[in-house]
């Protein structure tokens, strides 16, 4: 079945980066379009990357404005792995993060996701 693991979250001091991975497995990862999306405490869910497959797509990525030069999203399809290198990290940024796809005619799929904590 369909799995998607994150891991690489954690506490750190604003400024501080952070790297986080996401382990896909039970679907062709290299085959579909793969997004980052977190959720800070009492808010809603935000888009903040998605990185298009680079067999069914243009393989580019995309940012949400708020992490724009701040945050870089990449994939190894040799790994089945998603990644998220973050940087300059602000305590607006605390929150869970996930990543998550869209199989077609299957159906949504996201992880348990990965506490990030920006504090001093």
């Known amino acids: 079945q369909v799995q998607l693991v994150e891991s690489g979250g954690g506490p750190v001091q604003p400024g501080g980066s952070l790297r986080l991975s996401c382990a896909a497995s039970g679907f062709s990862f290299g085959q579909y379009h793969m997004t980052w999306v977190r959720q800070a405490p009492g808010k809603g869910p935000e888009g903040v990357s998605n990185i298009n497959s680079d067999f069914n797509g243009d393989g580019k990525t995309y940012y949400a404005d708020s992490v724009k030069a701040l945050f870089t999203a990449s994939r190894d399809n040799t790994k089945n792995t998603l990644y998220l290198e973050m940087n300059n990290l602000k305590p607006e940024d605390t929150a869970v993060y996930y990543c998550?796809?869209?199989?077609?005619?299957?159906?949504?799929?996201r992880g348990q996701g990965t506490q990030v904590t920006v504090s001093e």
């Open positions: 998550a796809t869209g199989l077609p005619g299957v159906g949504y799929y």
